[in-house]
């Protein structure tokens, strides 16, 4: 718990609300990161830190963002599962939620990444140059670059094997807390 003994529940808020603005920072960077923009970094931490579902109007006004901006950005997080819409009973918004999984796709978006690094290392070692007729810096160059792709690739090999049964360990677990 953030109330420490004898501190007000003022001291709570402000250590709840420094934690809000420290992860928004940290997502709105790592988001960025991954081809977001910094908007959505916010946009997810509003969603992570409410307990009810946020409807465009909510967010653009604490976020003090358009309506127009909100609406781009969460159009882009629902298509990249980082949230989902979803239906309020006698409301015609559209409200918005953290995706329940938003875990799993997370992670299947880095496996992706490492299946296409790994597919494009595989496609570059295949067009390697035959070192036969090449100078002797130019088959240096082809070895060590076709040993450096290797070791990536299998690299790539060990991990993915390993993460194999990852989401159903996950899924398990997760229904333990």
């Given at each position: 718990?953030?109330l420490?003994?004898?501190?007000?529940?003022?001291?709570?808020l402000?250590t709840l609300?420094?934690m809000?603005l420290?992860?928004s920072?940290f997502m709105?960077?790592?988001?960025e990161?991954?081809?977001?923009?910094?908007?959505?970094?916010r946009?997810?931490?509003?969603?992570?830190?409410?307990?009810?579902?946020?409807?465009?109007q909510q967010?653009a006004e604490a976020?003090?963002?358009s309506?127009a901006?909100?609406s781009v950005?969460?159009r882009?997080?629902?298509?990249r599962?980082l949230?989902?819409?979803?239906?309020?009973?006698?409301?015609r918004k559209?409200?918005?939620y953290?995706?329940?999984?938003?875990?799993?796709?997370?992670?299947?978006?880095?496996?992706?990444?490492i299946k296409?690094v790994?597919?494009?290392?595989k496609?570059n070692?295949l067009?390697?140059?035959?070192?036969?007729?090449?100078?002797?810096?130019d088959?240096?160059?082809?070895?060590?670059v076709e040993?450096?792709?290797?070791?990536i690739?299998?690299?790539?090999d060990?991990y993915?094997?390993?993460?194999k049964g990852?989401?159903?360990?996950?899924?398990?677990?997760?229904q333990?807390?």
């Amino acid at each position: 718990m953030y109330l420490k003994e004898g501190a007000t529940s003022n001291t709570m808020l402000q250590t709840l609300d420094e934690m809000k603005l420290s992860t928004s920072h940290f997502m709105s960077m790592h988001l960025e990161k991954e081809g977001f923009s910094p908007l959505v970094g916010r946009l997810f931490t509003l969603l992570l830190f409410s307990a009810e579902p946020l409807c465009l109007q909510q967010m653009a006004e604490a976020l003090s963002v358009s309506k127009a901006a909100i609406s781009v950005q969460i159009r882009n997080m629902v298509s990249r599962h980082l949230c989902n819409k979803v239906p309020v009973q006698n409301d015609r918004k559209d409200y918005y939620y953290i995706t329940d999984d938003f875990e799993i796709h997370v992670f299947e978006t880095y496996k992706e990444k490492i299946k296409s690094v790994q597919q494009t290392l595989k496609r570059n070692l295949l067009a390697l140059p035959e070192q036969e007729g090449l100078d002797s810096a130019d088959q240096e160059t082809c070895r060590v670059v076709e040993q450096r792709f290797s070791e990536i690739s299998l690299f790539c090999d060990i991990y993915m094997s390993r993460m194999k049964g990852f989401n159903e360990e996950w899924l398990l677990k997760k229904q333990l807390l």
